[in-house]
């Protein structure tokens, strides 16, 4: 039974883009034979292609969804991509580090990021300004999505909404999500399965005016991932205007 659902079937196999990936062995010799000898990008495309594989499952089982296994596959690769940026570590990590840097003046910078769990998935953002003092900051919930690449996006897209209704009108968001910032930023339109929240982003995003998505290293995004990890507590969930909530307190002291 589950070598037919995660690996034999026609909508598996195109998944995988082989049609004998286990090539005869049972699911549990599969996997052994798989990990063994696996670099960490083999372990990665495992684990999203089984992922990717039973989200899509459930999806005709309960939400009546038709197969696609172009969108899958590509479903798998971005979230392949995600676990990678997210998890990634490096030789020398002293080296790659990446301190925070303040915006030019009349401009705001806000920091985005989403955090995932097999429960739940959240966001935090910190906005600071040109002196890199605390302006602002929000975190929430984001129910019934576990999928980081998927977080990521929407967290933006909440953020987003929140600035509009705070008037500003100049804003640098920034994200640790290469992913995301490369599909705001491309010139044609995202058709994968995180397309349409991308497209709502730039709708946002021209509504207020002049904003700018830019990439940046884990440790200049600190306080927002930070943020996001700690909405998991209620004292943690919600917004904050002028004084920064005890979480992210220390990014702010003198």
């Avoid at 030019?104 to 097999?118: E, F, G, Y």
């Avoid at 044609?188 to 946002?204: A, E, M, N, P, R």
């Avoid at 021209?206 to 998505?213: A, E, F, H, Q, S």
Wanted: charged fraction near 20%; charge should be neutral.
């Amino acid at each position: 039974m589950m070598e037919h659902l995660f690996c034999d079937c026609a909508f598996a196999e195109g998944v995988w883009g082989d049609v004998n990936i286990r090539q005869r062995r049972d699911i549990i010799g599969f996997l052994n034979h798989s990990l063994g000898s696996a670099t960490e990008e083999e372990t990665a495309r495992l684990a999203a292609a089984f992922w990717t594989i039973w989200l899509w499952r459930n999806d005709v089982v309960w939400n009546n969804k038709i197969p696609d296994v172009v969108s899958a596959h590509d479903q798998m690769h971005r979230q392949r991509l995600g676990w990678k940026e997210a998890y990634r570590t490096t030789e020398h990590p002293a080296r790659q580090a990446v301190t925070w840097k303040p915006p030019p003046r009349h401009t705001v910078k806000c920091n985005v990021d989403a955090a995932s769990s097999v429960e739940v998935a959240s966001f935090g953002a910190v906005v600071r300004d040109h002196a890199g003092d605390f302006v602002a900051a929000k975190s929430g919930r984001i129910e019934g999505v576990i999928d980081p690449y998927m977080a990521e996006a929407i967290g933006v897209k909440e953020t987003l909404t929140w600035l509009k209704e705070q008037h500003h009108r100049s804003i640098i968001i920034e994200s640790n999500c290469l992913s995301f910032c490369n599909a705001f930023n491309s010139s044609t339109f995202d058709l994968s399965y995180v397309g349409l929240i991308v497209k709502q982003c730039l709708s946002i995003a021209r509504d207020i005016g002049n904003v700018r998505v830019t990439h940046v290293k884990r440790s200049a995004n600190c306080v927002a991932h930070e943020l996001a990890r700690a909405t998991g507590s209620t004292a943690a969930l919600g917004v904050w205007i002028d004084i920064p909530p005890a979480c992210i307190a220390r990014f702010f002291t003198q």
